[in-house]
C-alpha cells in the first residue's frame, strides 16, 4: 500500500526554511547600523538595548522615552507595480522617525514588520536594506523585527510595512508647543516630494483617472513618474538635532496626511494661529502636475498633500533668522514661511508680500 505524503506548512504556503535564510541575509544590513546601547544581533525572539550604555555616549539627567509607529501605505502599491523595493524602507523608518523628533527625541531604536503572500528573498532583502538606509538616515539602530507569510490574505506579490521607533529626550527639553506665542516665527524645512501620504488619490488620479504608466517619462518632473512618486520621505534627525542644540524649539509639526492645515494646528496653543505666506516657499513641479490632472482645487491641494513643507519649526523672532541659516546649511532647502499670530488655533494661506 503506497505511504500518503505527510503535508507540511511550506504546502500551506508558508516557507520557514526561507524565512531563516532571510534572517542570515539582512543580518549584515542591521550591523551597519548599530550604534551605543545595542546587544546582541537580529534573530532572536526579543531585541535587547542597553539604555546605561547609550546614556553613556549621550548622558541625561532626566530621560523620558518616546515611542512612535507608522507605516508607508499605497505608497507600496506603486514600488510593487515598479518592481523597486529598496527605498521604501527610508520611507518606513521615516514616518516614525520625523514624529518624534516633534516631540524632541533623538531616535534610539527601529523595529520592523515586514507581512507578505509568499516571501521573496530578493525583495524582501531590499526592502530590509531600505530600512536600513533610513535608519543610518535616522541614527538609530535596526535591532529586530518580523516577517509573516500569510498566502491568501495577501494577493500575490504584495507586501505590507509597519515600523516601530523608540528614542529619547531630556524631560526638561521635550518640546509641546505651550510656549509658542503671537510674534514667532515659522520656518519650513523642504520635503523631498510627496512623502508617504496621499497615495490612493494620487494612484486614482494618474493610474485610474488619467491612465498614466510608472514607467512613462512626464517632460516637467525630470524622470520617470514611478520614480519621482517613488522618491523617498526626507529624515530630518540631523539638521533637527542641530536646530535644537542651538536654539531653543518652541514647536515642531511634520507634516503628513492632512497636510499644513491638519498638523500644524496640533501644535498651538488655543489662542493661536499659524500664517502661512503663499509664494515664500517653493512648490515641486509634481504638486502642480496632480493638480492638473486632478482638477483639484488649491484648498483640496494643501488639506492632502505636504505642497513642499515637510516639517515646520517654530522659533522666537530674536532667533529665526540664524535658526534660518543653519537649517540652509543641510541638504535640503528651508524658508521663513510666516509667523504665528492671535486667533482661532488654525492655520491662514495669505498672499506673500
Not at 532626566?62 to 512612535?68: A, G, H, N, R, T
Not at 524649539?249 to 494661529?273: D, E, Y
Not at 535658526?323 to 541638504?331: D, M, N, P, V
Request: aromatic share 8%.
Amino acid at each position: 500500500m503506497e505511504k500518503k505524503k505527510s503535508l507540511t506548512y511550506k504546502d500551506a504556503g508558508v516557507d520557514i526554511e526561507a524565512g531563516e535564510r532571510l534572517v542570515d541575509r539582512i543580518r549584515p544590513w542591521a550591523e551597519t547600523t548599530s550604534r551605543p546601547g545595542v546587544m546582541g544581533g537580529v534573530g532572536g525572539f526579543g531585541a535587547l538595548f542597553s539604555l546605561t550604555d547609550a546614556l553613556q555616549a549621550r548622558p541625561l539627567h532626566d530621560p523620558i522615552l518616546v515611542s512612535s509607529t507608522d507605516g508607508v501605505g499605497t505608497k507600496l502599491k506603486i514600488a510593487q507595480m515598479m518592481g523597486k523595493h529598496d527605498t521604501v524602507g527610508i520611507d518606513l523608518v521615516a514616518m516614525s522617525a520625523n514624529d518624534i523628533l516633534t516631540l524632541g527625541a533623538e531616535p534610539l531604536f527601529f523595529l520592523d514588520y515586514f507581512a507578505t503572500s509568499r516571501l521573496d528573498l530578493d525583495v524582501a532583502e531590499q526592502v530590509i536594506k531600505g530600512i536600513s538606509e533610513g535608519c543610518r538616515q535616522a541614527e538609530c539602530a535596526l535591532i529586530g523585527g518580523e516577517t509573516a507569510e500569510m498566502p491568501d490574505f495577501y494577493a500575490p506579490g504584495e507586501y505590507d510595512l509597519a515600523g516601530f521607533i523608540v528614542g529619547i529626550v531630556e524631560r526638561a527639553q521635550t518640546i509641546d508647543g505651550s510656549h509658542i506665542a503671537p510674534g514667532d516665527k515659522i520656518i519650513a524645512l523642504a520635503s523631498s516630494g510627496l512623502h508617504s501620504n496621499g497615495f490612493s488619490l494620487v494612484r486614482k488620479i494618474l493610474f485610474e483617472l488619467k491612465g498614466y504608466k510608472p514607467e512613462q517619462i512626464i517632460p516637467e518632473l525630470g524622470t520617470s513618474l514611478g520614480e519621482e512618486l517613488l522618491h523617498p520621505t526626507r529624515i530630518y534627525v540631523k539638521v533637527f538635532q542641530e536646530l535644537k542644540e542651538r536654539f531653543p524649539l518652541k514647536g515642531v509639526a511634520h507634516i503628513t496626511g492632512g497636510g499644513l492645515p491638519g498638523n500644524l494646528p496640533r501644535i498651538l496653543p488655543s489662542n493661536c494661529q499659524a500664517i502661512l505666506r503663499l509664494g515664500s516657499w517653493e512648490i515641486p513641479p509634481i504638486f502642480p502636475f496632480l493638480q492638473r490632472a486632478g482638477g483639484m482645487a488649491e484648498e483640496e491641494m494643501f488639506r492632502v498633500f505636504n505642497m513642499g513643507i515637510g516639517m515646520a519649526v517654530i522659533v522666537a523672532e530674536s532667533e529665526a533668522e540664524e535658526a534660518l541659516q543653519i537649517a540652509q546649511s543641510f541638504r535640503g532647502k528651508a524658508w521663513m514661511v510666516g509667523e504665528i499670530a492671535f486667533g482661532e488655533r488654525g492655520v491662514k494661506l495669505v498672499e506673500a508680500r
